[in-house]
């Protein structure tokens, strides 16, 4: 397969002054030590803390983004800093990179034209690169650093959106097909014409297999064989489709009133949950009003699927699609008792929600919707992560990312640590934490 080759290696063992392993004063980066007259620092000023922070094992100058742990490896995608162009590199170029978990050390780092989107770690480091045009393409690198097969802007084959990886292969979608690559030779193994929106069903186990893989045809849901490469089924129905979900081979889709699930193609049940949309002064139906009243699937758990509209969660039984219960939601924290109307998200029985702009995670029991506990975070949540057996203390945990702070918040919903290392950028947590702000990136040390 010809390669259109856009990338420029760096191997290394580390790179001095960029990793601090053992916590020592003249490297961490809010040390006073070696500042020039004007209190400046001029190694590392433009990487240095606005706070002091000193609760780490290491720290690493790097900051990056889709932060990702494997085999004792942590990868990203780093930020570009133009006042360090020896290691981020000329303008519109990215970065990979793989640092050791154990004491921070930069293994190995790459660039290459383009942005940074989905990264994801399998038996090599896959990743979709984008250009200012909005293209998309896929590459992928061994674990040593160098390159495995890569596209590049109007690559065919390796064009388009990377939607999932198995063993057997890379799962790319563009605007007219599904694409299967070999994840090995980077080589076009088939390619399914018009299907869009794909979904994987992977409550099977990591690999798809027959009738593992939904998407839309021409305005059907249909599940495709991915042995035979062929359509399994169809399902056809009137009205455009707000989202859909997968378990266990059954399809569940809404539209802005109803929920129903679908099996080998035929409708088992079709509830009505949602008044249908407001029409407009002219007897047209108002768009907004119709983007704020759409259902919205948001997983399915203990024989339940959860969906929710603008007003209302609702939980529905697998089995007939009885309702089983409902919880008011409002908007703009009106309510004492409130749900956010963003993301939700299914843990050990329970429905956590949160929201991007707010300031609160809540808690709900996931038999009956009832509130079991609401944290004021002290700021706007960006992101946040719900663990199990974190590196901080035993049972379940809620990592919550704000603009400056990351919290860790206990299963009783007590706020039981703050860490402010300067401007978050991403946090992930496994045998360790890891924070990336724009100071560097650290593991911080156990409690």
Known sequence: MKRRSFLTVTATASIAGCTDSS??????????????????????????????FDEYEWWNRISGYNLTVSEGMLYGTAHRDEEDDEFYGETGYGNIFSLNLQNGELRWTQRFHGSLQALVVKDAVYCEVAND?????????????TERWIGGEGHDILGGSLEHVTQNAVYVSDDRHLKAIDPIAGDLLWKFPGIGWVHFDTTAGATPKTASVYGIIDGDIAALDLDERSVQWRYEHEGDYSSFDVSDGIVYTTNNESV??????????????????????????????RERTSLRIYGVASDLVLVKDDSHLYAVDVTDGKKQWEQEMTRHLRSANRLYEGELR???????????????????????????WSTDIGGEVWSWEIVSEDPFGSGDSVFVE?????????????????????VVSDFVVDESMIISADSGTYALESQ
């Open 346 to 372: 299914i843990h050990d029985n329970r429905i956590y929600s949160g929201k991007h702009g707010e300031q609160e995670i809540s808690v709900f029991k996931l038999d009956d919707g009832t509130e079991l």
């Open 402 to 422: 704000t603009r400056r702070k990351v919290h860790r918040v206990n299963r009783d919903g007590e706020v039981t640590h703050t860490w402010n290392p300067g």
């Open 23 to 52: 916590n020592t004063e003249s490297q961490n980066p809010n040390s006073d030590k070696s500042e020039s007259a004007d209190g400046s620092d001029p190694d590392n000023d433009h990487r240095k803390s606005p706070d002091a």
């Open 260 to 289: 129903a699930a679908i099996a080998d193609g035929q409708e088992r049940w079709q509830t009505k949950l949602s008044s249908s949309a407001a029409a407009g002064a002219d007897g047209q139906e108002d768009w907004q009003e």
């Open 133 to 145: 045009a909005g293209n998309t393409w896929i590459l992928a690198i061994e674990f040593d650093g």
